[in-house]
């Protein structure tokens, strides 16, 4: 059922972009393509650079289309080392929100949002939303966020929603901003690492029928990755610290606790019936 539904809503996107008159700007010349790659890689230049430079030889393209054919280069190991450094040194106090996408049974997109904390690995708050905002974002972090709760530390990408409005209102919790290099997902691995998951462990096994849905499961879930779940990054503990259990007695069997339905299990001691 749920392999039928990817299916069906992978066709269903791709004949609706196929069906559209102005489905976005033409691919440019690959000409061009392979000399703003020629000018990036012998030159060490930046879009801008390259922007200008192009204008000179009569080239109309936007900065922003050199910015997407850019050729991608190998992250400098020095800053990749300050930045593992800086999330190490100070992870009781960072926190990381994200948007990721769900496919619905309507074959609408659904955007689900989420804050985790690096320290523990704690989901603070999720909700999901057809029509994501920056107004929309700002009232999910007072939701998550009340009183004097917030973390010195906020990580989050480069997308359009995160803008000027959401950026001044992190700096009214007295949060710091922490805003990811452009396409680099590498520098919020828990976030992106709790998107994995989530997906593997949960959405690509359902069908969700919209967002009360969508909500209602990832909270079962979240309770099941803070009590049951084990991490390696916790040194193979859950969030909530689940304790070690022994055996009550010599005849007791360990037995599967069903979590999600049955998609997953917890494993307990009880006594031989």
């Keep these: 059922m749920v392999k039928w539904h990817r299916e069906r809503f992978r066709r269903y996107w791709t004949e609706l972009s196929r069906a559209t008159r102005d489905p976005g700007r033409p691919r440019i010349d690959g000409e061009i393509r392979e000399l703003i790659r020629r000018m990036a890689l012998e030159n060490d230049w930046g879009a801008p650079r390259i922007h200008g430079e192009l204008r000179k030889l009569g080239f109309t393209v936007s900065e922003a289309t050199i910015s997407r054919y850019m050729p991608q280069r190998p992250a400098d190991p020095d800053v990749v080392r300050r930045w593992l450094a800086f999330l190490r040194n100070h992870r009781d106090g960072i926190a990381a929100m994200d948007f990721f996408t769900v496919p619905t049974a309507s074959l609408r997109v659904l955007h ?16 999901a939303t057809f029509n994501p905002t920056a107004a929309w974002v700002i009232q999910q ?4 966020f009340p009183f004097d709760t917030a973390p010195r530390h906020l990580i989050f990408d480069r997308d359009s929603i995160f803008g000027r409005d959401v950026v001044a209102f992190v700096k009214s919790m007295a949060t710091r901003p922490c805003r990811t290099s452009f396409r680099s997902p590498w520098q919020n691995p828990v976030a992106e690492r709790w998107i994995g998951g989530c997906r593997r462990e949960l959405f690509d096994h359902v069908v969700v029928l919209g967002e009360s ?6 909270r079962a879930y979240i309770d099941y990755f ?12 859950t969030p909530s610290r689940r304790p070690v259990t022994l055996p009550p007695s010599p005849t007791a069997n360990v037995v599967p606790v069903p979590r999600l339905g049955g998609l997953h299990h917890r494993y307990e001691w009880r006594e031989a019936v």
């Design 141 to 144: 972090l007072r939701e998550a």
């Design 213 to 218: 849905h969508a909500v209602r499961l990832a």
């Design 112 to 127: 689900c949002w989420f804050v985790i904390h690096h320290h523990r690995r704690r989901i603070h708050h999720f909700n």
């Design 226 to 237: 803070h009590e049951d779940r084990t991490h390696l990054g916790l040194g193979k503990d």
